[in-house]
């Protein structure tokens, strides 16, 4: 795992080292263990520059990069990991190729040497890569699937610049920090930022499975290699899918668990987290290191599961209880998200690794199990929406309106008024459209009841909806729980959950590694049949059958609680005169986006309980 930057000059200058190198230093924290560069030559067309931070996770003593191919002719810096790069080399070093190192990165480039751009479709792993062909004087740039690893770019004047994060661009000379205002507006709707818009005008983020290759003049060219496909159905059994999905996970466990520093993982306590925890204490020849983390408030704590689960696979297990979260580590997080992200698992996720990195190097999570089985209650909402729907089409608009407006709102976890009153809303529309309510924070007539009249008249044209819309109303998929897989895959897992998984982790310079997004799974996953996922109330349908005799009862039927924060209460309490000296500060006011008078109501009402806006 590393931090990865650099320079492409189209005039064919040198490239400024000390321009790179303070580029590189702003990403310490994603590889504290080494740092590389690598200067072309210039002996015309563009010249290029590589920075590369190091974790140091496999070969230790001989994976400093950047790595070369045999001739030096290529060039590779790669953050992250390439998990069949033993079977890859083998394969590579039959057909004559020669190895200087035991690492997993040293396959790109004679991967890229045999087969161009093709060489993505053959690897297994979480990874952006950069590599200089210095034989095309082309820079090709590279993300993973599932979007794990990040990778952001800009040009300024004669030059391109690359990197794991935003705020490496920072060092660059002529770097404008120009709030890009439609990202707002999509940042409101969502509580991300999609690709490949990011808050910078002029900043951009490669979108996952897609490289880029750029040019010595300049050009800059993206496509996407990769997509999962939900059309086709499988032709095994029920019984046989169910082994099938088992064969397939243990592989990916035992794929990632390959590393030379100690290794643990997440454990939540949920299904996903606790099928990773107990097939790695099946490979491991000794007690897995196990981390948890709860909060006294116990509608939020997961812990008791997640001791039951440690129990039974005998996991050496940490926990740690948090407090309502000091403000100090906000600041702190803010600086490593470089960009808006309002998720707030994003503060326990930020907790976990911190406590995790205390004891090993790599976690292995379950990021990807709801998104491949149909976790969500979303998505049994989606199903369930198409029966529940057809009586409501015959109750007038306005009667319907009033009905929802007398639904009261609650201020617990569960909050059930809320989340029906939520379901009722988008019984009414098409599913492209009840996927995008149960997804969407905030309206467009809130928002635009917030926005100043200089933000109006800045994002009154986009439709920041469409995004989410477009993606399920295209996607390769027939029925309605498939398109909202495929939307999850394609939206809200790389460009929410991999984002607050990748900076949780790296800003306490710890690998995560993620068994369920392995692409073999993501594939099959794709090829069930929807009532195999979710029947009657049963979701994760076919994951649970496949592992019923091998997890607790306790944790084969409980519902699922997500990994979020009593931050309701938060900002009742603890958080509220940071809200005042922060979001409602004069400082705040000054840049001029907001109407803070509407900003101000919506606290107050909030702080009165009237209306709960926390999420």
Not at 283 to 300: A, C, M, N, R, Y
Not at 373 to 393: E, T
Not at 486 to 496: R, V
Not at 606 to 612: A, G, K, T, Y
Request: aromatic share 12%; proline share 4%.
């Amino acid at each position: 795992m590393c931090g990865i930057c650099g320079i492409v000059n189209f005039k064919g200058e040198p490239i400024k080292a000390e321009v790179l190198k303070k580029m590189n230093n702003l990403l310490i924290h994603r590889g504290p263990d080494d740092e590389g560069y690598f200067f072309s030559k210039g002996s015309g067309g563009a010249t290029a520059g590589l920075g590369m931070r190091r974790l140091s996770i496999i070969d230790l003593e001989t994976g400093h990069q950047p790595i070369f191919n045999e001739d030096k002719s290529l060039a590779v810096v790669c953050n992250g990991e390439i998990y069949n790069f033993r079977d890859l080399r083998k394969e590579l070093e039959a057909a004559g190729h020669r190895f200087y190192t035991r690492s997993d990165t040293e396959t790109l480039v004679h991967l890229y040497e045999d087969y161009g751009a093709n060489c993505l479709e053959r690897l297994n792993g979480m990874f952006s890569f950069a590599l200089w062909d210095g034989r095309k004087n082309m820079l090709f740039l590279a993300r993973d699937r599932a979007g794990k690893k990040p990778l952001y770019y800009t040009k300024i004047k004669n030059a391109f610049y690359f990197a794991s994060e935003i705020k490496s661009f920072l060092a660059v000379p002529g770097f404008e920090k120009k709030v890009n205002l439609p990202a707002i507006h999509y940042y409101l709707t969502y509580q991300y930022i999609p690709s490949p818009m990011t808050i910078f005008e002029n900043v951009f983020r490669l979108e996952p499975a897609s490289f880029m290759t750029v040019d010595s003049r300049g050009t800059v060219q993206c496509r996407k290699y990769w997509s999962p496909d939900f059309r086709k159905k499988t032709d095994l059994s029920y019984d046989g899918a169910k082994e099938k999905i088992k064969d397939i996970l243990k592989d990916a466990v035992k794929l990632r668990m390959i590393s030379d520093v100690p290794l643990g993982a997440f454990l939540s306590g949920g299904i996903d987290s606790s099928i990773v925890t107990g097939l790695m204490s099946g490979i491991s020849s000794s007690p897995v290191k196990t981390f948890s983390i709860g909060f006294k408030e116990q509608d939020f704590s997961e812990l008791k599961y997640a001791a039951i689960v440690a129990k039974r696979f005998g996991t050496e297990h940490h926990e740690f209880v948090v407090d309502p979260i000091h403000t100090d580590i906000l600041k702190k997080i803010v600086w490593h998200y470089d960009q808006p992200y309002a998720d707030s698992s994003a503060l326990p996720s930020f907790y976990v690794s911190e406590l995790t990195r205390r004891h090993v190097t790599v976690a292995l999570n379950g990021d990807g199990g709801d998104e491949n089985f149909g976790g969500y209650l979303r998505h049994m909402a989606l199903i369930k929406s198409d029966i529940a729907a057809f009586p409501l089409k015959a109750v007038p608009e306005k009667l319907f309106r009033g009905i929802l407006n007398m639904i009261p709102e609650g201020a617990s976890r569960v909050n059930i008024f809320k989340r029906g009153k939520r379901f009722l809303e988008a019984l009414k529309e098409k599913p492209a459209r009840r996927n995008l309510i149960w997804h969407r924070f905030f309206d467009n007539e809130t928002k635009f009841r917030m926005y100043s009249d200089e933000m109006r008249r800045a994002v009154y044209y986009i439709d920041a909806e469409h995004f989410l819309i477009n993606i399920f109303e295209n996607a390769p998929a027939n029925g309605s729980l498939d398109r909202a897989l495929f939307t999850d895959m394609t939206a809200y897992l790389p460009e929410c959950l991999m984002v607050k998984a990748d900076i949780a982790t790296m800003a306490n310079s710890l690998e995560g590694r993620s068994p369920f997004l392995d692409y073999r799974l993501v594939e099959f996953a794709a090829t069930l049949p929807a009532e195999w996922k979710i029947k009657g109330l049963k979701q994760k349908r076919i994951l649970k059958d496949a592992f019923s005799d091998f997890l607790p009862g306790e944790i084969l039927n409980r519902g699922k609680q997500g990994f979020g924060i009593p931050i309701d209460k938060w900002f009742r309490n603890e958080w509220k005169d940071f809200f005042r000296e922060t979001v409602l500060s004069e400082k705040a006011s000054g840049r001029g986006y907001f109407n803070m008078r509407e900003i101000e109501a919506l606290f107050a009402e909030h702080l009165s309980r009237s209306r709960q806006h926390g999420y």
